[in-house]
C-alpha cells in the first residue's frame, strides 16, 4: 500500500515536471506615482497588472500567439507591449482592453520606449527598427544602411531611448549560441533627426551592449556585459555619445541587461545572478544592492526614487524604499484554456533557501517522498541538500498547481 501511493505521487510529479517550471518575467513597467505595475512573460500572452504595486495582481490575455519581450506606460491609462514579429499591442485603459498596433518587418521587438503618448520606437533585433509618430496607429519600418550597419544576425538590438523626437539611442549586442558570436558585438548607434539618419558612435569587441538611457542631451549609460566570463560593464557619456568611459561596477555584478534612472544622478541596473546595482551620483559611484533573486533579472523599472521592481527568471522583486530591502512579490498567471488544459500560477517563490508560500501544502523530492509540511509566508529550507523538490498546495483544485523548486 505503502508503494503504490509512493508511485502515484511520482507520477504525479513527473507529469507536473514538463509543464510547472517558473515562468520567465521579461518586462517590466512602473510609471510615475509608484501605485501600478505592469509584467509581461515570454512564455505567455499575459499581461500582468498590479494596482497596489505587488501587493496583488490580475491577468489579462491578449489574443495573439506571440509571447511578450517588454512592456512600457507612458501615464497609468496609455501602454504598449512588443513581441515576436514585431507584434506590438496599445491599451489607453490601463490595461483592461488592447488593440495590435503591428504585426511584421523585424523578427522580434526588444524593448519598447515613448517620448510622450505619440513618439515611440520599438529595438527591431535586426536592421528593421519601428517607428511612430500618432502614438502606434501606425507604425513605420526604418532600415538601417548595411555598411555601416553589420547584416544578417550578427549583432541584435536590444535596447532603445529617446530624449525628445530628434535625438535617440540605439544598442546591440549578441548572446552567443555555442562558439558563436563569442566576444563583444556591441553597437552604440545615434540619431539627431527622428531617426532618419543614424550614425554608428562606438563598436566594441569584448562587450555586447543590451539596454541604454540617457538622463538628457549629454549624459547617457549603456549596459551590458563580457560573454565570456559574464562580467558586467557600464559605459557613460557626458558629450552626447562623442566619447565613453568605463564607470567602475562592483566585481560581484554580473552581465547587465536593463538600466532606469530617474534622474540625472538616481540610477539601478540589472542582470545575471539577480544583479542589481545602483548609483546615487551618476555612476560615479555603483554599489550593489541584495536582490534576494539568483536568477537573471531581465528589466528594472522605477516609478520614483524609492518605488521599483526587476522582472527575471521566475522571479519579481519590488522595492519601496530605493533598493535598501527587495522582496518577492507573487504573481500568478492562469494560462489561456486554448494553450493549456489546466491552469497553472506560482503559488511560491524560493529565495535564498526560503520558500515563500501563499498558502499551505507539502515538499516533496522527486522520488514521491514527504519531506515536510509548508505554511502560508517563510519556510527556512537550509536543513535540505541542493536538489529538484516539488511543492504541492494542500488543494491540488486551487489556481496555485504544483511548482517545481530547485535548491542550490
Request: hydrophobic share 40%; proline share 3%.
Amino acid at each position: 500500500m505503502h508503494h503504490k501511493s509512493k508511485l502515484l505521487m511520482f507520477n504525479v510529479c513527473l507529469m507536473v515536471v514538463s509543464v510547472a517550471n517558473g515562468l520567465i518575467y521579461h518586462g517590466i513597467a512602473t510609471p510615475s506615482g509608484g501605485v501600478h505595475a505592469w509584467v509581461v512573460t515570454i512564455e505567455t500572452t499575459a499581461v500582468l497588472h498590479s494596482g497596489n504595486f505587488g501587493s496583488s495582481w490580475d491577468t489579462v490575455e491578449v489574443p495573439t500567439i506571440r509571447d511578450f519581450f517588454d512592456v512600457f506606460f507612458y501615464t497609468s491609462d496609455s501602454g504598449w507591449t512588443c513581441g515576436r514579429a514585431g507584434d506590438i499591442w496599445g491599451t489607453t485603459d490601463g490595461g483592461v482592453t488592447w488593440t495590435r498596433q503591428n504585426l511584421g518587418g523585424p523578427k522580434h521587438a526588444a524593448r519598447i520606449r515613448f517620448v510622450d503618448g505619440e513618439f515611440g520606437w520599438a529595438a527591431g533585433g535586426d536592421i528593421v527598427q519601428l517607428r511612430t509618430t500618432n502614438g502606434g496607429a501606425e507604425w513605420q519600418q526604418v532600415f538601417l544602411p548595411v555598411p555601416p550597419f553589420p547584416s544578417g544576425d550578427t549583432a541584435e538590438f536590444q535596447g532603445v531611448w529617446f530624449v525628445d523626437h530628434d535625438y535617440g539611442w540605439l544598442v546591440a549586442g549578441h548572446w552567443p549560441a555555442g562558439d558563436t558570436f563569442q566576444g563583444g558585438q556591441g553597437l552604440i548607434a545615434k540619431t539627431t533627426d527622428g531617426g532618419e539618419n543614424w550614425q554608428i558612435v562606438r563598436r566594441d569587441t569584448t562587450y555586447d551592449f543590451y539596454d541604454v538611457y540617457f538622463a538628457d542631451y549629454s549624459n547617457g549609460w549603456v549596459v551590458g556585459g563580457n560573454d565570456r566570463n559574464f562580467q558586467a560593464v557600464v559605459l557613460y557619456t557626458s558629450d552626447g555619445g562623442n566619447s565613453w568611459i568605463q564607470q567602475q561596477v562592483p566585481p560581484d555584478a554580473r552581465f547587465l541587461r536593463a538600466v532606469k534612472f530617474i534622474n540625472r544622478n538616481y540610477g539601478w541596473a540589472c542582470g545575471r545572478n539577480g544583479t542589481i546595482i545602483h548609483t546615487t551620483d551618476g555612476g560615479i559611484t555603483w554599489v550593489l544592492q541584495n536582490s534576494g533573486a539568483d536568477s537573471t533579472l531581465f528589466d528594472i523599472d522605477f516609478a520614483d526614487t524609492l518605488s521599483g521592481m526587476a522582472a527575471g527568471n521566475g522571479v519579481v522583486v519590488v522595492t519601496t524604499d530605493g533598493g535598501q530591502h527587495w522582496s518577492s512579490t507573487l504573481i500568478g498567471i492562469e494560462d489561456p484554456g486554448i494553450q493549456w488544459n489546466f491552469k497553472r500560477a506560482q503559488s511560491a517563490v524560493i529565495l535564498n533557501r526560503t520558500l515563500f508560500c501563499v498558502t499551505s501544502g507539502i515538499l516533496i523530492d522527486i522520488a514521491g517522498q514527504k519531506l515536510c509540511e509548508l505554511c502560508p509566508g517563510e519556510n527556512n529550507l537550509n536543513g535540505l541538500r541542493s536538489g529538484v523538490y516539488f511543492f504541492i498546495p494542500n488543494s491540488l483544485m486551487n489556481n496555485a498547481g504544483i511548482m517545481k523548486v530547485i535548491i542550490k
